[in-house]
Structure formats: C-alpha cells, structure tokens
C-alpha cells in the first residue's frame, strides 16, 4: 500500500488505528463519506478541534463499544487512509490489519472537509505539545509525530 511509509509507528500504529480499521470493516460499505464517519464515530461533536478528546466511540452489530483514546490519532489515521484513497481509489481495511478480508473502501470528502482537515493537521503541526496525547508521549515524540504529520499533510494537501 502507498501508506506503508506512513503506516505503523505514529500514524496507524496505535490501538485507536486498530479500532478505526475495526470500524471500516464492521461497516462493510466499499465508499464511506468523511461526514459518516465523523458522526458514527463522534468526531463531528468536536468541531475540528482536536487538541482534547470528547466521547469518541462505536458500536459494533454485536452490542460492543470500542472507545477511542486520542481523537488526534483518529485524524491523522484518517488523513494517511485518504491519502491512500486518493492515490490508489481505495483503501483495503484487511490488509493493513493484517487481516485477509478483501473489502476495498474509498473515502470521499468535500472540499470544506478538505479545508477542515487541513487545517486541523497544521494545528497540531503547529502546537503537538498542546494535545492530550502529550500525557502518553513526550516532547521529542510528539514533536517526531508532527513531522511525520507535516510530510503526510504537504502530500495529501
């Protein structure tokens, strides 16, 4: 996948990307529009601003609830997913679970998501230090993430 230089350490790398790639599996849909996940998820009660998180979760068809821990994470997981739609039309859930499932899953958003999440990107490339992850990562890791979000920005964007 084009991500994998991406993939695996900051971004996608946490248990928050597990459960995101849980969610794209549970819902089953090959397109999913930025909006639904956001409002699946709970994101869309944050208003772009992700520097603390809300109450961020999803059930699954079975009655469990999977809480995300960082809604930094979520974003800079989903701008890596996007970045593979936007390269290769989709992304394949499965296969960065490690996971056979062949389910192939495009992302789609509007221009004004594009903007919003641009802009919530350069935030926390701007001020890492500010975010709650801060409490699980250090400053030098923190600071590594923002890099690491400002190549994948610069491609996305």
Request: contains cysteine; proline residues 1%.
């Amino acid at each position: 996948m084009y991500i994998d230089k991406y993939w695996g350490n900051y971004i996608g790398g946490t248990d928050d990307s597990l459960t995101l790639l849980g969610y794209l599996l549970e819902k089953g849909k090959e397109e999913l529009s930025l909006e639904e996940i956001f409002s699946d998820l709970g994101l869309d009660k944050q208003d772009w601003d992700f520097r603390s998180t809300e109450e961020v979760s999803f059930t699954d068809s079975e009655g469990m609830e999977y809480d995300f821990y960082y809604a930094i994470d979520l974003i800079t997981d989903l701008a890596a997913l996007i970045l593979e739609c936007s390269v290769n039309g989709y992304l394949s859930p499965g296969e960065l679970m490690g996971d056979d499932d062949e389910l192939k899953v495009s992302i789609t958003l509007t221009d004004d998501e594009k903007t919003a999440l641009n802009d919530a990107l350069l935030d926390f490339i701007n001020n890492p230090l500010e975010y709650d992850l801060h409490e699980m990562m250090d400053d030098d890791e923190m600071r590594e993430m923002a890099e690491e979000c400002e190549e994948l920005r610069s491609e996305l964007f």
